[in-house]
């Protein structure tokens, strides 16, 4: 694979019926063809299509803008003459198909009607089997395997208060950078796939587990999960009602109200004012009233501890039982979440936006918040898990006898051990 930006490189941005067709054709007679949506939103549930690229080979690529709106815009092909000139392409399972976590641009497919088929590669999926414990980020892996620096979105839009819609970019601005991320995809996969497929393990991992378990995971996330909003909002009641009352018991132990958030005002009354013992610093120097600290703190004063009470249930509120009920998406009425597949190393998945992994369920408040996650009508939620699932993978490569006569006998394996 050539490594560095090519100084020619000629992206085509596509405005009229007659270059689309000649585009269309090409797509449809290409080996491979790596592909990318630019939308209105990073919700996959909410984003709209403002313009689609396409690579068929090193360099040929182009753009094909359907929704950009500014004083000035060109006429573009309507979003409906584009994708449903594609429609047949996108569902064609025999049409080999390449992207940069293609999970995302089939959501933006789905909500416009659009079903995908024939995803052949993932980048994102070859970066992580091959590397998992670096970052998988497409402006990075170029710059990593290619040495070629991408425009990077902020440099198109902008960030931060002044950042536009990707339908305000100028189309030729659009093109430069929605055709380079088509091109640079197509350009990853012929320098990350041959080192996966020269090994039997990788490979297997990634055609057997990984990509199989994206589409997987695109059907949970279009699924979403069903929770009981009104649940939720009383939950929030008794959660507020319990907040304020610890909030009064911390001023009356602390001898007078204070901001309970401030790390300063917390750290002059716990230290200062009642000369408790300062177990480490922050970098300036302050006595540090982190969770850690806090914790020790609680085995023998009642402040810290009604403050790590406060802190827990103000989280959960915040959090949960305040934020879950405002997320139900208004067309399904439920609530999706976004399962990455390439973010823990360990090959676990994470769940974000909103994070419906880590709901505590030690404490009697959380196991309450799992309570508003329910069923539709005439289904029921079934919970299975791996019995110690880390123990046996132990037991099979140590061959301990022991360990594996126990698992063998069905006994209590935490006795056993």
Known sequence: VAKGKPADLAYECVLDAMAFERWTKAIRAAP?????????????????????????????ACYVPVAHRYAGAP??????????GLRDWFADARRPKLGQNVKYDEHALANHGIALAGVAHDTLLESYVLEAHRPHDMD??????????????????????SQIGFDQVPVERATEYSAED????????????PQLAGDDRLRRVYETIELPVREVLFRMERSGVLVDAELLRAQSRVLGERVVALEQKAYE?????????????????????????????????????????????????????VLLEHRALAKLKSTYTDKLPQMVNPRTGRVHTTFSQATAVTGRLASSDPNLQNIPVRTEEGRRIREAFVASKGHVLVSADYSQIELRIMAHLSGD?????????????HRAT
């Open 32 to 60: 491979l063809v790596a592909f990318d949506t630019e939308t209105t939103s990073l919700d996959p549930m909410a984003a709209e299509i403002v313009g689609l690229s396409f690579a068929i080979a090193p360099g040929r």
């Open 253 to 305: 132990l602390a001898g007078g109200p204070f901001n309970l958030a401030s790390p300063k005002q917390l750290g002059e009354i716990l230290f200062d004012r009642m000369k408790l013992p300062v177990a480490k610093k922050t970098a300036t120097g302050q006595p540090s009233t982190d969770e850690e600290v806090l914790q020790e703190l609680a085995a023998d004063y009642p402040l810290p501890k």
């Open 401 to 413: 006898p022991a360990l594996s006569r126990a698992f063998e006998a069905g006994e209590d394996i």
């Open 182 to 193: 088509a091109d640079v995809t197509l350009r990853l996969h012929a320098a990350m796939y």
């Open 140 to 161: 990075g892996l170029a710059w990593r395997h290619l040495d070629w620096k991408t425009i990077a979105y902020a440099e198109v839009a902008g960030k931060g208060a």
């Open 75 to 84: 006429d573009q092909l309507s979003r409906d003459e584009v994708l449903g």
